[in-house]
């Protein structure tokens, strides 16, 4: 199975910087050893550039040795649109969701340099509870889960990377859906009867689906985002 980060509609000669030190005569040769593993941290500070750090590093065997890319994840950043039904204090919500990740990557030697963005379309459904209510303003809970289907990928080569004159975009999009079980926490400020507008912050936990994105979810399964939008009730 290929890997998103080699576009095989070029040749492989063009991933080549160097013919005499890495050159390889077929896929299999340049993706034939993947492994990864992560190192991760966890930044929340109270201010405008709140951010996720987490790293992880992806080695490809070439033959003429081995090669590290590095990816260095944002907090992923998430819109959604809400339907409720509310029975007193507790509700069952679905709706639609977007989220957007974006990443900067790194290869030894300056081989690949550039970042990578990726946008997904997603439906949860919850059980939620509200907490507390102070005049137009709701404190409350869920607990649910989501489906989330990639709909384009784009890795953005910078201009100082040695592959950037023969790959300097390539777009992909994995076809694998992503399952996640969530847990929010929120605040909610009512602007007309029955519609609110809400931002909270989420932990999820993301199953393993198979896709070869280097994604935050895929990365580290344990993940934390931000979300915010607008929820109506009946």
């Known amino acids: 199975e290929e890997h998103p980060f080699i576009d095989t509609s070029k040749p492989l000669k063009d991933y080549c910087i160097d013919s005499d030190s890495i050159y390889t005569d077929n896929h299999e040769e340049i993706i034939k050893q993947i492994r990864t593993h992560s190192n991760s941290s966890l930044l929340l500070a109270f201010e405008a550039n709140t951010s996720y750090q987490q790293e992880s590093i992806t080695s490809f065997s070439f033959r003429c040795g081995e090669a590290d890319i590095i990816f260095n994840h944002k907090m992923p950043l998430n819109v959604k649109v809400l339907l409720e039904k509310r029975l007193g204090k507790w509700s069952i919500g679905t709706g639609v969701s977007y989220t957007y990740m974006t990443a900067d990557y790194e290869m030894s030697y300056n081989l690949r340099n550039g970042q990578q963005d990726l946008h997904y379309i997603g439906i949860p459904l919850y059980v939620g509870y509200e907490l507390a209510r102070i005049k ?98 009946f």
């Open 136 to 233: 137009r303003f709701s404190f409350y809970t869920s607990l649910g889960g989501q489906v989330d289907f990639n709909t384009q990928a784009i890795h953005s080569e910078n201009s100082n990377s040695h592959a950037y004159p023969c790959i300097e975009n390539i777009e992909f999009r994995d076809k694998k859906p992503q399952f996640s079980a969530q847990l929010h926490v929120g605040a909610a400020f009512e602007i007309a009867p029955h519609l609110d507008i809400y931002i909270e912050p989420m932990l999820g936990y993301y199953f393993d689906s198979g896709s070869k994105i280097h994604s935050a979810w895929h990365d580290q399964p344990w993940n934390v985002s931000l979300s915010f939008g607008l929820r109506t009730a």
